[in-house]
């Protein structure tokens, strides 16, 4: 079993920046690949950024330029840095991580963390 526990979300004005982290403990040590998912009110749950574990990222286009995903596997922590906020950022935000390479069927899901952007 891994838990996934997320922190850093919280209330930014637009333009702003906000880092998220997600730590992994339990079998942390067998996950693979480990990704960002958001979930605005009333859309469905969208993969925002992934992450293989040896670092190679990919990123949805809506954040490409903006958000950058990285991962210390010591730490067994996944970081996501969000900058130049949108209003229409505002989410909660799921860590997910996967035994395989492939994140879009994530094996483990965090609590979520808000992310709320005020214009």
């Known amino acids: 079993q891994v838990q996934l526990v997320e922190s850093g979300g919280g209330l930014v004005q637009a333009g702003g920046s906000l880092r998220l982290s997600c730590v992994a403990s339990?079998?942390?040590?067998?996950?693979?690949?480990m990704g960002w998912y958001r979930q605005a009110p009333g859309k469905e749950r969208e993969l925002v950024a992934a992450?293989?574990?040896?670092?190679?990222?990919y990123y949805a286009d809506s954040v490409k330029g903006r958000f950058t995903i990285s991962r210390d596997n010591v730490k067994s922590t996944l970081y996501l840095q969000m900058n130049s906020l949108k209003p229409e950022d505002t989410a909660m935000f799921y860590c997910a991580a996967s035994y395989s390479a492939y994140v879009g069927d994530p094996d483990y899901w965090g609590q979520g963390t808000q992310v709320t952007v005020s214009s």
């Open positions: 339990g079998s942390g040590f067998r996950i693979n690949a």
């Open positions: 992450i293989s574990r040896g670092g190679t990222p």
